[in-house]
């Protein structure tokens, strides 16, 4: 049958990367009897959403805002026709909102239909976003600093989780993030993880951040572990600044079976667990940072997770930040922000961290770039 999964994946794989939006609305209209049908995708900031297609904008809808949230479907039932809205993820990255209006007497079968539908646009538009710009026109309330796009671009994703784990991650400003960074990759049972915090300002800052997170990458892609990759990292940063410009950074590899990590702590990136409702900061003996002196050698440490627990890493943007005097927010508001997490998935819990961080600097602006990750570790 024409509205099979297979069918509508076929569909999207043969239109124009650019014009996936239209094409799944007009399958939907053809094949489903939809009426109206909007694309919403998430902005930098993920506390918005942006449409594609009508311009008659039902992003400031809370159903809309719910079904992005939860990532779950929701139905508002009227009279006169149904609303459908359904999450557009991938692999665990929050894209946006797939917005149909449905005859009444849809059921729960066209509802899985239409969610099978969404699945396969949700993996088209992540295939079709490095090789179009509408996507990432869209997700854009104002023009990116030079420092940011390179930031954005060289980011993993936002969220990435499957049935054993959940992580998200956020840069704040978002468009005028300069060196802090995070990055991740997940190869069977292990998750390696990295938040950085590179020196300097606007784009120098940038450039340095991009030969560190290159140069781990590097050592990962050929099997290097964490150490290895630390120490690749450091010494192409001094051969290319001569301990000028430094990246301090917190490397992890996290055994997705056992709950153990390792851990190469080089610099000033801090971790906490949050279990139950006590919150800790993970005690590591901090090395050099990355790129400080010439062939630097790095030692690894270790500490366990527990099933459920809650494993937040910020940088010192996040914890050392001290607006106008006040005690630094890695002191105890960030625990209370982080408590306040407790009934949130990762991907709204690294917005809440962020969002206390924003009111604890009040009327100040922000000294520094921020970056917060959250893991999920549920086995």
């Known amino acids: 049958m024409s509205d099979r999964p297979t069918a509508v994946g076929a569909l999207l794989r043969a239109a124009p990367p650019d014009r996936l939006p239209e094409v799944m609305a007009e399958h939907l209209r053809r094949h489903h009897g939809a009426g109206r049908v909007e694309i919403l995708l998430g902005d930098l900031t993920l506390t918005g959403l942006r449409p594609l297609l009508d311009g008659e904008n039902p992003a400031g809808d809370p159903l809309a805002q719910r079904c992005f949230g939860s990532q779950r479907p929701v139905v508002d039932v009227a009279a006169d026709g149904n609303r459908a809205y359904l999450p557009l993820s991938v692999w665990g990255e929050r894209l946006g909102v797939l917005v149909v209006e449905t005859s009444p007497a ?3 079968g066209h509802l899985e239909q239409l969610s099978a539908a969404a699945d396969e646009l949700a993996v088209a538009l992540r295939a079709a ?5 509408r996507y990432r026109r869209a997700g854009r309330r104002e023009r990116l600093t030079m420092a940011a796009e390179l930031q954005w671009e060289l980011l993993p994703g936002r969220s990435l989780g499957d049935e054993r784990f959940l992580i ?3 840069l704040q400003p978002a468009y005028a993030v300069f060196g802090d960074h995070f990055d991740w990759s997940l190869t069977g049972d292990r998750l390696t ?3 950085l915090n590179g020196n300097g300002d606007g784009l120098d800052a940038a450039l340095l951040t991009t030969v560190a997170v290159n140069a781990m990458r590097n050592a990962r892609r050929t099997g290097a572990n964490i150490v ?3 120490e690749l990292a450091s010494d192409a940063l001094y051969a290319r600044y001569g301990g000028a410009a430094h990246a301090a950074t917190l490397l992890l590899e996290i055994d997705l079976v056992s709950g153990r990590v390792e851990a190469v702590d080089a ?3 801090r971790a906490i667990v949050a279990r139950d409702r006590e919150c800790r900061t993970i005690s590591l003996e901090q090395q050099l940072p990355l790129g400080m002196f010439g062939e630097t050698r790095y030692e690894t440490q270790r500490f366990a997770l527990e099933p459920a627990d809650r494993l937040l890493v910020v940088s010192d943007g996040v914890h050392a930040a001290t607006p106008g005097g006040r005690p630094p927010y890695g002191e105890s508001a960030l625990l209370a922000a982080l408590r306040r997490t407790r009934l949130q998935p990762a991907t709204e819990a ?5 969002r206390g961080l924003r009111e604890y600097h009040g009327d100040s602006e922000p000294e520094d770039d921020a970056v917060t990750v959250c893991l ?3 086995r």
């Open 168 to 170: 998200a991650g956020q």
């Open 106 to 108: 849809a059921g729960d």
């Open 193 to 195: 993880v990295t938040v």
């Open 129 to 133: 976003e490095p090789i179009t710009d």
């Open 267 to 269: 610099g000033s990136p």
């Open 228 to 230: 290895e990759q630390a």
């Open 376 to 378: 999920d570790w549920r």
């Open 350 to 354: 690294v917005g809440t961290v962020m």
